[in-house]
């Protein structure tokens, strides 16, 4: 008789998430391949599945690249979303992207830059240390 594996309540990362979205951070993370608009719009489509099953670095990787490398208005509010889940998640990284993209001059938001960039200092960032107190 077959044994019956319990379920684990977290989430699982299964195999066929796990390939593409290593593929698309050895693409992004190349110094030279990271930074033609192909290989990040090739990354981006790998790492989407994994980003909506609830994989932490896939959600911060593709914020980050939505925010930064799309001119589009609802692809930025894509990216936004996505660097939230990641945020709250205790994703240092995405937690200093959000605290810097409420700086910035058209947003303007110092109590959300403030909150994100405490949560990132506590997790170590020495850049959201840095800007905290130059605020």
């Not at 945020?87 to 937690?95: I, K």
């Not at 303007?108 to 506590?122: D, G, K, M, S, V």
Request: charged fraction near 25%; include cysteine.
């Amino acid at each position: 008789m077959p044994r019956v594996l319990p379920r684990t309540h977290s989430a699982p990362v299964s195999i066929s998430t796990k390939l593409p979205m290593r593929v698309a951070l050895w693409l992004l993370d190349s110094p030279r391949l990271g930074q033609a608009a192909s290989v990040k719009r090739f990354a981006g489509q790998l790492l989407k599945q994994p980003a909506r099953e609830g994989v932490v670095v896939a959600q911060s990787r593709l914020g980050q690249m939505l925010c930064r490398d799309c001119g589009n208005t609802r692809d930025r509010r894509m990216g936004l979303e996505m660097l939230r889940l990641a945020a709250r998640a205790g994703d240092s990284c995405a937690q200093l992207e959000l605290g810097r993209h409420y700086l910035k001059p058209r947003v303007n938001e110092p109590r959300q830059a403030h909150q994100w960039l405490e949560q990132a200092a506590a997790h170590g960032s020495q850049e959201a240390k840095a800007l905290l107190k130059s605020l």
